[in-house]
């Protein structure tokens, strides 16, 4: 049997059709619709294999369009909209039977010197300190329901919450909409940075929108409202691996209009921040 990580590198290892077109599996999951994390770390491979992979990719702006259907293979078209002496644009498409559910824009900039600053990653405890996510799991609910504990078998990234889990209403009275989890691959993703960029992409999708609902709803239990992911953007800023730790800093300034908008933070375990990342999503409330 295949390890998580090692799933997560073959979901991520696209088939090229034609020079601009790639099909990417989607696992039949138990899920109302494709992981939003998938369709962008799928486009973003599109996209870098058809540069000259000497440019990493610095940005990336995404729309969610349409849910897509686990167990059905997407294909990706990629449009080379600029090749410039420093920078390389991408526009990626993504289509499952015959409807465009996604589309991506990436740029890809030729590392060059300058100055630098960052503000300061907040003090927290190391990942070393904090319990696994199933871990932290079981100890509330003893034995975890079957669709958990296949989730825990299957999670190709080992979290750990900053601060203990929030199960009751009274628990999150006067909570701040903030969250902050330690991440890694849980095994080697080899070499090939693009591989991280996009492990990365898959993660950054993982649960950033929770920082919306942490004032509103215990985040684990019966959910009281449907979410869904609308756009997507990141700022990569230095060159960084998935198998080794990294701080996901999540926060939410607004949520209105049945809308939330999240901000994030990765940085590294020196405090260096690698990746900035913002994203809007629907809330609605169950049953509307």
């Known amino acids: 049997m295949t390890s998580p990580a090692e799933r997560l590198v073959d979901l991520l290892d ?9 099909r990417g599996r989607s696992p039949q999951e138990r899920l109302q619709r494709v992981f939003g994390g998938q369709v962008a ?11 000259d992979g000497q440019r990493p990719v610095h940005s990336l702006h995404a729309y969610f369009l349409r849910p897509g259907r686990p167990g059905v293979p997407i294909v990706y078209q990629v449009e080379r909209v ?15 039977e015959g409807r465009t559910i996604f ?23 190391g990942p070393d300190e904090l319990p696994k996510l199933p871990d932290e799991l079981r100890t509330h ?16 990234f080992d979290i750990r919450y900053v601060e203990r889990l929030r199960w009751t209403p009274e628990e999150i009275e006067g909570a701040e909409p903030r969250s902050a989890v330690w991440m890694r691959a849980v095994g080697p993703l080899g070499d090939d940075p693009l591989v991280h960029t996009c492990a990365v ?22 959910r009281g409202f449907d ?17 080794e730790w990294f701080l996901y800093q999540q926060e939410s300034p607004i949520a209105t209009g049945a809308r ?28 509307n």
Request: charged share 25%; proline share 8%; net charge neutral.
């Open 14 to 22: 696209l088939e090229r059709i034609e020079e601009n077109i790639f």
């Open 41 to 51: 770390g799928q486009a973003l491979v599109a996209a870098g294999r058809t540069t």
């Open 82 to 96: 600029r090749d410039g002496r420093s920078f390389t644009t991408r526009r990626v498409v993504a289509v499952q």
């Open 103 to 125: 589309n991506l824009t990436a740029s890809f900039h030729l590392p060059e010197p300058g100055f630098e600053h960052q503000l300061p990653m907040a003090e927290v405890p």
């Open 141 to 156: 609910l003893g034995t975890l329901p079957e669709p958990l504990e296949r989730m825990a078998r299957r999670q190709p």
């Open 201 to 222: 992409t898959y993660a950054s999708d993982m649960m950033l929108l929770d920082a919306v609902r942490v004032p509103v709803e215990p985040l684990w239990g019966p």
């Open 227 to 243: 979410m869904a992911s609308l756009d997507h953007a990141m700022w990569f800023h230095r060159p960084f691996r998935a198998d």
């Open 260 to 287: 939330g908008l999240a901000r994030g933070q990765i940085y590294d375990r020196e405090g260096r921040l690698l990746v900035s990342v913002m994203q809007e999503g629907l809330f609605r409330k169950v049953g």
